[in-house]
């Protein structure tokens, strides 16, 4: 139903904005690092005074949220990769590492570790070199102050999940990666687009201005898409 305001009245209305978001396309999108940093919550509260004596009907708009599919956490950039045949991580890549140990302490999440290897060598081989990667970061963020308890568990998808081709240098080198899966204590991954559908009393999808004078409501349920 409608809610009627009255003259001279104030108001708030309190829009809540969810900033999941998942960018970089790789050969799905991804979250990144950057959009950790900006993964939160704004709530905004916004005063509304309306002046003079007509009372002016309120519509309503109702707002749900749909989660997108759950994609891996790579870093962007240049991603944490690694020189050919080498599980060695440089560096360069501890204020990154930084970021991620930072990130799950604050969330209070945990993390599961996958390295990945280019095409060159045996599949045996390059199953070995991803798991070599993978616990070279599981140490190296251990180093860093990450405690073992965060760390779920580490493995290898060797060669079997490229995600550029094998046939240049620069697509080998992509390959040689590692990926992050990242979930909360109930075992639920966080990086899902959340993309927000808002409609009004007739179903018509709309982009709700506060200061329209919209009652706005969010529905408790969200779906898997």
Do not use: W
Request: charge should be negative.
């Amino acid at each position: 139903m409608g809610r009627t305001t009255k003259s001279k009245s104030t108001r708030s209305i309190i829009v809540a904005i969810g900033l999941l978001v998942a960018a970089v396309p790789l050969s799905a999108r991804k979250l990144t690092t950057t959009q950790m940093r900006e993964n939160t919550i704004r709530i905004n509260a916004l005063e509304i005074e309306e002046p003079g004596d007509n009372t002016v009907p309120a519509k309503k708009i109702t707002c749900e949220d749909i989660m997108g599919p759950i994609q891996p956490i790579v870093f962007d950039e240049g991603a944490l990769n690694f020189d050919f045949d080498k599980s060695y991580v440089k560096p360069y890549y501890n204020g990154l590492l930084g970021i991620l140990k930072e990130f799950l302490n604050e969330k209070d999440y945990n993390v599961g570790i996958t390295g990945h290897t280019d095409s060159k060598g045996s599949d045996a081989y390059n199953m070995a070199l991803g798991m070599r990667r993978a616990k070279a970061v599981k140490d190296r963020l251990i180093e860093l102050g990450l405690s073992s308890s965060r760390i779920r568990g580490i493995d290898s998808k060797g060669e079997s999940e490229p995600i550029a081709t094998n046939e240049t240098d620069e697509g080998r080198a992509q390959n040689r990666r590692i990926e992050f899966d990242v979930r909360n204590r109930d075992g639920e991954k966080f990086d899902r687009a959340v993309t927000r559908i808002c409609k009004d009393e007739d179903g018509n999808v709309v982009s709700p201005d506060p200061a329209s004078g919209a009652e706005i409501q969010f529905d408790d349920q969200s779906e898997d898409q």
